[in-house]
């Protein structure tokens, strides 16, 4: 069952479980959130924590760490990385020793299946990119560094990084984008940036676009977190 309403150690009003229509930052995780929240009804506050980051699991596993366990930790750590997203952890995160993920990250689904014009697409989380990522054109999201999590279709057509997606979304965020967004943005699709540029200069077919633009979309949202998981199989 849901917990519709919570008293949170980082605000000092209750928060309810509502529905954000547009993007929001999360004032646990500081990444972006998008759809069920927990909120603050004065509007003055502007405040929003992620359902997960509003109601912690004080410990976590994931698929990609076997025997591991993530303890929840209130407070960032300076210069450390998702290992997922390769973003810096600003706020609520998980971890053990040295491996450091989002809250949001963790909780990325494993599957996103889509249907596009009848035909069924299906994209699966991998640990590392399996061929160029189709934003930054790398395979590693930093050299030497960090593979980071990509999201790959069944074709193997489809490939982009989780933390790829995170910079699009959070550029998108910053230029008011999303807002301006009619009817409710996501059944409109959330991908606006550079959509022209990033299509032609991976060479694809003029053709594959709009299944490319689909694809993208998907991933646009799980890493929004505007996928609820009855839509997972
Ligand atoms: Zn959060
Ligand atoms: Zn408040
Ligand atoms: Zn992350
Ligand atoms: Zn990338």
Redesign the pocket.
């Known amino acids: 069952m849901k917990i519709t309403e919570i008293n949170h150690f980082n605000h000092h009003h209750k928060l309810k479980l509502s529905y954000s229509g547009t993007p929001y930052q999360c004032d646990g995780c500081k990444e972006l959130g998008f759809g069920s929240c927990y909120q603050c009804n004065n509007e003055k506050c502007d405040f929003h924590l992620h359902e997960n980051c509003g109601v912690a699991k004080p410990i976590a596993t994931h698929s990609f760490f076997k025997n591991i366990n993530f303890k929840y930790e209130k407070k960032g750590k300076q210069g450390k990385t998702c290992k997922a997203c390769g973003k810096d952890v600003q706020g609520f995160m998980y971890k053990s020793k040295e491996t450091y993920l989002h809250p949001s990250c963790l909780e990325l689904p494993s599957t996103l299946n889509g249907d596009f014009n009848g035909r069924s697409l299906r994209l699966n989380l991998k640990v590392k990119?399996s061929t160029?990522?189709?934003?930054?054109?790398?395979k590693e999201?930093s050299k030497g560094k960090l593979k980071?999590w990509?999201y790959i279709s069944s074709c193997g057509k489809h490939c982009?990084?989780v933390?790829?997606v995170n910079n699009l979304n959070f550029e998108n965020w910053k230029m008011g984008y999303f807002n301006q967004s009619q009817s409710g943005g996501v059944t409109n699709g959330l991908v606006f940036i550079n959509e022209e540029n990033r299509g032609s200069s991976s060479g694809r077919k003029e053709n594959e676009r709009p299944l490319m633009r689909y694809a993208l979309n998907l991933i646009v949202q799980a890493v929004l977190g505007a996928v609820v998981s009855s839509w997972i199989s």
């Open positions: 990119a160029k990522c189709l934003i930054c054109q790398n999201i980071g990509a982009y990084h933390g790829c």
